[in-house]
C-alpha cells in the first residue's frame, strides 16, 4: 500500500548521532530505512568503523519493528563524493519506494515537531498519484549550529530552507531534485559544523562539499576562535560563500535536548503570510514547466 511516510538516513562516521535523530520521527514515520555502505566507505573511499553497540542501541530502539537496514555498494571510485551522494540517496529513495512520502534527514539533523511537518505533508497526497509527472518538493527550514561554546551554541541567526522530502527522487544535488517546492512552517535542527575539530576536519575531507572549501585552514581558524565573547564582533561564517551566514546568535544549552527547550521557535521561523507568497512564487514559476 502507497502514501506511506517513508523516512530515509545515511549511516556513514557521525552514526551516533542517529540516536538523536531517529527518536523524533520514530512515532509518526510509518517505516524508516537506513542505507549503510557494505563495505563501511564513505563517499570520499575513507572507511571508518561502527561499534556494535549501535547495533544493539537500534534493535532495541525499534519497538515496533519499523527500521531496516540498507546495505548496498554505495561507492562509485569512478564519482566525485557529491555525485555518490546523490547516488546513495537515489538508490536509498528507490529502495523507500515510490508512491510513498519519500522524506531524508541526515544524521545531524533534528525535527522539532515531526508530526505536525506529517500533518502538513499529507496535504498534498494528490501528488503522490502520477509522481513523475508531478514532481514536487517539500521544504522546512533549518537551523544551522556552529559551535557549542561557553556553555550554550552558537548559531546562525538566519534559518535556511531545507528540502527533506519528494515525491519523485530525480535527485540532482544531494537531496534536491530542482522542481516546484512546496514550503512549510517547520524547523529542523542542523548541527552541522557543531562538532569537535576532530570530527569536523574528518567530516571536509568525506562529505559531498569536500571539494568546494576554498580556504579551510582559514575557515578553521576563525570556527575555533569565536566563542561567546567575540561572535557579535565578526561576520560571514559559512564555509563555501561565507556571507551566505552572515551573522551568529548565541543560546544557552548544551545539548540539543536544552537547545529544544530554550529556542524561540516564533522569533526564527518564518512567518506563514511569507510561507504563502513564497509558495504562489513557486507555482507560478513552475506552472507551464
Not at 546562525?156 to 522530502?165: L, S
Not at 569536523?200 to 575557515?219: A, C, P, Q, R, V
Not at 561564517?237 to 540539543?256: A, R, S
Not at 529556542?263 to 513552475?286: M, T
Request: hydrophobic share 35%; proline share 3%; aromatic share 16%.
Amino acid at each position: 500500500m502507497m502514501k506511506k511516510i517513508h523516512v530515509g538516513f545515511l549511516l556513514s562516521y557521525d552514526y551516533e548521532k542517529l540516536k538523536k535523530s531517529i527518536p523524533p520521527v520514530y512515532k509518526a514515520a510509518d517505516h524508516i530505512f537506513i542505507a549503510i555502505d557494505k563495505d563501511l566507505r564513505t563517499w570520499s573511499g575513507e572507511t571508518f568503523k561502527v561499534d556494535d553497540s549501535f547495533f544493539n542501541w537500534l534493535e532495541n530502539f525499534d519497538i515496533d519493528n519499523k527500521i531496516t537496514l540498507y546495505r548496498d555498494d554505495f561507492y562509485d571510485p569512478n564519482l566525485k563524493a557529491i555525485e555518490n551522494d546523490n547516488r546513495e540517496r537515489h538508490m536509498l529513495s528507490l529502495k523507500m519506494g515510490i508512491g510513498n512520502w519519500l522524506i531524508q534527514i541526515d544524521s545531524d539533523e533534528y525535527f522539532l515537531d515531526f508530526e505536525k511537518f506529517v500533518k502538513d505533508l499529507k496535504k498534498y497526497d494528490r501528488f503522490l498519484k502520477k509522481p513523475k509527472e508531478n514532481n514536487i518538493q517539500i521544504a522546512l527550514y533549518s537551523l544551522n549550529l556552529y559551535k557549542y561554546t561557553d556553555g550554550g551554541v552558537l548559531y546562525v541567526k538566519k534559518p535556511t530552507k531545507a528540502v527533506v522530502a519528494t515525491n519523485y527522487p530525480n535527485y540532482k544535488v544531494a537531496r534536491v531534485t530542482r522542481k516546484r517546492i512546496i514550503y512549510t512552517k517547520n524547523l529542523l535542527l542542523h548541527e552541522s559544523i557543531a562538532r569537535d575539530e576532530e570530527e569536523l576536519l574528518f567530516k571536509f575531507d568525506n562529505w559531498g562539499h569536500n571539494t568546494d572549501m576554498k580556504d579551510k585552514k582559514g575557515f578553521i581558524e576563525k570556527w575555533r576562535t569565536t566563542n561567546k565573547s567575540n561572535y557579535k564582533e565578526r561576520e560571514d561564517f559559512f564555509y563555501i560563500e561565507p556571507e551566505k551566514w552572515k551573522y551568529l546568535e548565541f543560546c544557552e544549552g548544551e545539548n540539543i535536548y536544552e537547545l529544544k527547550k530554550n529556542l524561540d521557535i516564533n522569533k526564527i521561523i518564518p512567518s506563514s503570510i511569507y510561507i504563502v507568497a513564497k509558495n504562489l512564487g513557486q507555482y507560478f514559476k513552475h506552472l507551464f514547466k
